[in-house]
């Protein structure tokens, strides 16, 4: 069955921590986590050997499962908190938001492409993330019924700050998104919302992302 674990993948999950930790992660609470989500579960079978390297790999429809550095990178910059209310943009294989559920916070996420939504959500329920919510529809609109939210985080690289999601941030809140051109190396920048209007920017490192693209496909490959 799928919800498998292994004496051998979770001493792989423990290397993966070292390796995060030595390059510079430091929440223990994002790192905590990270050891709870079996990431051999969300790579296309015939991958899991290397679901614990630090690398991206590749999912269905052309996309990827964002190197578990980045995703320790993003989520600790974003600072969660439990009960947090948290949209995310991208949910690709469902990784990143099992993280973030794994650290109490409710998740939101929406993806673009319907046969990854249809895949990521029944495999979710399969392995014990139920309570994660999955919409099918374009990011740059957000999730305005749900919101406000805590916390936006993006995990595909926009050319631009996405207006509608920062009206979806309650004062306070703060939006990760990685910000540049499509495949050209991006920056990941982190905003605070101080006012309706305004917001703080903090540049942080550079990443590279598959692209922020617009509208929604129920095709089987993006064109
Ligand atoms: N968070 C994911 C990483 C997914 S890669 C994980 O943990 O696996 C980025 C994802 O963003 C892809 O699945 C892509 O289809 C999706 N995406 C790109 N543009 C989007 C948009 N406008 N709205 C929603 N999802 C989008």
Redesign the pocket.
Known sequence: MRNQDSYRFQGLRNRLLDTLTSKGIRSVKVLKAISRVKRHL?VIPGAEHRSYEDIALQ?D?N????QPFT?ATQTSLLDVNPNDKIL??????????CVLSEMGANVYS????KK?HDKTKALLKEIGYPQIRLKYG???AGWPENGPFDKIIV??ASPVFPEQLGKQLKIGGKMIIPIGPENKVQELHLYTKTEPYKFELEKASKVK??????GITDRHKIQ
Not at 88 to 97: C, D, F, K
Request: no cysteine.
């Open positions: 969300f999912i429809e996309q990827t499962i964002s995703v995310e943009i991208g949910t690709g294989s469902g990784y990143q938001a929406v993806e673009r492409i990854l374009d990011g740059f995990t595909a992302f598959v692209p922020m693209l617009n």
